[in-house]
């Protein structure tokens, strides 16, 4: 057991590059089940998912379930299928969002409803998504399928939360927290959980590594929100100013209306209820969101959930494992510098 | 063990009541783990699943899984969830269906992606299946987890081979077959096998009633074919014609494509292309399926496939299930008369 204080912000330039070295074996071979898994008769599947498997993703939630079982020493192969199968819940969710957000740019690529329509990437959506739980009952864990399947519908409720949110210039920080919590925060805690279910390691353990998962989460998607005010589509592989575009409540929309005097207020509710939305008015977006210090503030929030995370690892041993743990949050937190 | 031979077809006006009252008991107790189910703090999700759900749907998969049960004589409880996430998984196929084609009415009431938008539907129904996961999870039996999963993504498949079909005048009668035999016959053999997983009944049985179901899946979406070319929205709750106008390539028009003469062939494959779709291309579409007595052995293939159904029960003890079943099939086949 190792208690050393780990203060976020250390080190120069964090990189994912240790976390990568750590699981690159285990990856090849989750890769493998991923490649197998997405085949079928029809050429329009693996044609379609392999756009987006393929497609630069640098598959993130599979390796901290590798990375988690990793930090426990388990020397099994039984939480390979589980990484494969939260990719594949990882992949449906992203194709079903584009269709849902008419997005036509993911990671600096058309999306696939752009290529191949939104009819496709619905049903190959609900393929990998039905495939993903074929692999989870391969892994005969009860424990695992439960801890997976509950986030499965826990994201699907965080997305229509989302969507019931769209334009709603009265959301507050904590319903932002519930919805990002719940489509973005719940598999990553499932992700790094089941490497314990599967390692039948202490009912602590499992917890810790929830909490590990679920604030790493919590602090990715809030730079994520930070950098669509902040990037254009040429660097960050998205289109800046996509969330702004759709009247999505991000939180640096949240502060930046709450923050603002009476003329920014009404430029807001313009621009989130859709009557504002040129480049000029994107441009006044993020000078607005700049000047109230939202973008700083919605940065320093995920920091704060960066560093609960990196705490939440304090009872596992030192070692390459939890360096590359807590280097990948430092990386999380760092990528809107 | 009882090997009467019932032929196909004997009775007068066949109807799903007798299956009704044998499940009634049990069936208002699947419907309350559905309505339960249903439940979220996000007030979208039972009003959209409800609207579907409460729809007036005849609840015919659940149904079989119960009426299966009974079969067997299974005095327990276990299958009630299953039955429900077998309804969570047609409603969540249904939701996205009617997103894919672009419907606008189902069982004759406005369909929930025209009510609530495209968006709601896709994520509501992601929704629905995470829910029929955990559903299953909850039953603890792996069997029954694997035998359903599979399903599931057999059932996507079958509706992305389905979308590749589309306007596609070469899709011949196999190939036809195979869609259907994955978009719906998979779910009612599925929905009837794991009534003998929970009952813990031999192999033997459990294939027969995958067989049965499997067979009734087949007739009861050829009749539904068939229907699309002989019926109009008032008395079938849906529009007459629309898998007409959607270029869908079914068995009616599959048969009378291959027996027509040139003129009708250059007028399916203007229709099937989308170059003919007005009510008097329908009305002429319904001529040459006629003339070509292509409805009438649309039908009399539904026929044979509810002889096989019935026929795969003959290893089962005769009583009230047995015949409520065997009516059931009467019932899928006649609805066209």
Redesign the interface.
């Known amino acids: 057991m190792s208690a050393t204080l780990h203060r976020l912000g250390g080190g120069p330039a964090p990189s994912l590059d240790p976390m990568m070295a750590l699981v690159a074996h285990d990856m090849n071979l989750v890769n493998a089940v991923i490649l197998d898994r997405m085949k ?6 693996p044609e379609l998912a392999g756009h987006l498997i393929a497609g630069g993703g640098k598959r993130m939630r599979p390796m901290l379930t590798l990375a988690s079982a990793k930090l426990l020493g388990y020397p099994g192969t039984r939480h390979h299928r589980l990484a494969a199968a939260v990719e594949f819940i990882h992949t ?2 992203l194709l ?1 969002d584009d ?3 008419g997005s036509d740019l993911r990671r600096g690529r058309r999306t696939a409803n752009i290529i191949w329509g ?3 990437s ?3 959506g ?2 990998l ?3 993903s ?2 692999l ?3 892994s ?1 864990s ?1 424990k695992a ?2 801890i997976l ?2 986030a ?2 826990v ?3 965080g ?3 989302q ?2 949110a769209v334009r709603r210039l009265d959301l507050g920080e904590e319903r932002y927290l519930d919805i990002i919590g719940a489509k973005t925060a719940a598999l990553f805690a499932a992700a790094c959980r089941i490497a314990a279910v599967v390692a039948e390691r202490s009912e602590a353990e499992e917890l810790a590594l929830d909490a590990y998962g679920r604030n790493l989460g919590i602090a990715f998607q809030l730079v994520d929100d930070a950098i669509d005010y902040v990037s254009d589509a040429g660097t960050m592989g998205k289109d800046a100013g996509d969330d702004f575009r759709e009247g999505k409540m991000t939180l640096p929309v949240i502060l930046a209306y709450a923050r603002g005097d009476e003329s920014a207020r009404a430029f807001w509710k313009a621009a989130i209820t859709g009557h504002r939305n040129s480049d000029e008015d994107f441009a006044e977006a993020i000078r607005l969101v700049q000047a109230s210090r939202s973008v700083d503030d919605t940065l320093a929030r995920a920091r704060h959930y960066g560093q609960r995370a990196i705490d939440a690892l304090g009872g596992f041993a030192a070692g390459a494992a939890k360096d590359a743990m807590i280097e990948a949050v430092e990386f999380a937190v760092a990528r809107a510098y």
């Open positions: 079928s008769e029809i050429p329009l599947i449906a969710t079903h269709v849902v957000d939104n009819p496709a619905v049903l190959v609900d393929f998504f039905s495939k739980f074929e989870m009952v391969e005969e009860l399928l439960h399947s509950n499965s519908a994201i699907a409720e997305e229509v939360n969507l019931t």
